[in-house]
Nanobody, 115 residues
Framework: QVQLVESGGGWVQPGGSLRLSCAAS????????MGWYRQAPGKQRELVAA???????IYADSVQGRFTISRDNFKNAVDLQMNSLGPEDTAVYYC?????????WGQGTQVTVSS
């Protein structure tokens, strides 16, 4: 059973930065893709960024140019560098991996952007 452990959430002022990390219990090359979703109160969960096994990545329009997804092959981890954060980025962020065509989720980490 694949397990995911997230870290790096917290509170930051508008314009600030945070870095999220998600460590998997197995090789990340086992996954078709991996990345991050987020869910704000009263809203549906939405894709933030994902990186495919071949290395290509996709981003939500709302975070393009501000967020960067990367993976650490040695740590079996996927990171999300978030810059120029605004209140609209406040949400619970969930790491996911596509393992054998099934999404497996992390427990979620809260990101709060406020002054």
């Amino acid at each position: 059973q694949v397990q995911l452990v997230e870290s790096g959430g917290g509170w930051v002022q508008p314009g600030g930065s945070l870095r999220l990390s998600c460590a998997a219990s197995t090789s990340i090359f086992s996954f078709n893709s991996m990345g991050w979703y987020r869910q704000a109160p009263g809203k549906q969960r939405e894709l933030v960024a994902a990186i495919r096994r071949i290395g290509s990545s996709i981003y939500a329009d709302s975070v393009q140019g501000r967020f960067t997804i990367s993976r650490d092959n040695f740590k079996n981890a996927v990171d999300l560098q978030m810059n120029s954060l605004g209140p609209e980025d406040t949400a619970v962020y969930y790491c996911y991996v596509d393992y054998r065509s099934t999404n497996i989720w992390g427990q979620g980490t809260q990101v709060t952007v406020s002054s």
